[in-house]
């Protein structure tokens, strides 16, 4: 597979079930002339269980910047380089921006290999809506951080996807919950395409209460899916009930012809003299006796 210049493979590998390897990302990792990882030990038993021998090269969030010039040197020099991370699409909440910025800015070919994505199996399982959705990734360690981050994606009107590991998960639904609300409906993803593969959709609160329940359900790394809660612009826009009930419940809470009109004027765009007269006949339905 060498070229005058080589080329960057971005290859997905399996997040957790072997056989979730594409056969294109075997053909490629098996026909470059190095493989950049972010964990030797880690890659290099997967390539062995995949019967797959080639050189490693480290690239990992701590020497990442370091790494750049040296892997594009080598491509120039000919090599065909693939890029994989510990598990699922590569730059998905791992390394490798810097190197595939680089890649481009220096005329390289980069090609992706599709294929497992943790962000994209929780989405099909969660259960809820898809055609719009935020990816965050991890959110701050710090409490304070944190909160700032949720209190800001508050605002989002489409489904948001999160990163956690298990011991913190406990604590990312209370912070989730007290910043989106109890209510706000949510999916836990645990431990996809593995073994004990757990997805829980319910609201926080009732997910505070599951993994409360057994100790082992913090086991293992999640994705948290948290659906939109209902935008300021759909309850701007959202159809009122006739002006007749409107008037009615007005009346029945006390405000008197005038004040009914008043507010019922304001919530319809309507004038509050026309509606005056119906505040009267709504008043006195409202003093009638009930059958």
Partial sequence: MSNQSGRLFIVATPIGNLGDITERAREILAGVDRVAVEDTRHSGRLLAKLGIRRPLLSVHE????????????????GEDIALISDAGTPLISDPGYRLVKAAKAAAIEVLTIPGPSS???????????????????????RAAARQRRLKALARLEQTLVLLEAGRRVPQALHDLAHALGPNREAALC???TKRFETTETDTLERLIQWIAADSDRTRGEFVIVV??????????????????EILSLLRHEGLGAKAAARVAARLTGQSANALYTLAIAAGSDATKPSD
């Fill in 119 to 141: 962000v994209m199996a929780a989405l099909s399982v969660s259960g809820l809506p898809t055609d719009r959705f935020t990816f965050e990734g991890f959110l701050p360690a």
């Fill in 190 to 192: 645990r431990e996809l």
């Fill in 227 to 244: 659906a939109a809660g209902e935008s300021a612009n759909a309850i701007e826009h959202a159809e009122l009930p006739p002006i007749t």
């Fill in 62 to 77: 701590h020497n990442e910047l370091s790494r750049v010039d040296q892997v594009i040197e080598k491509i120039h020099g």
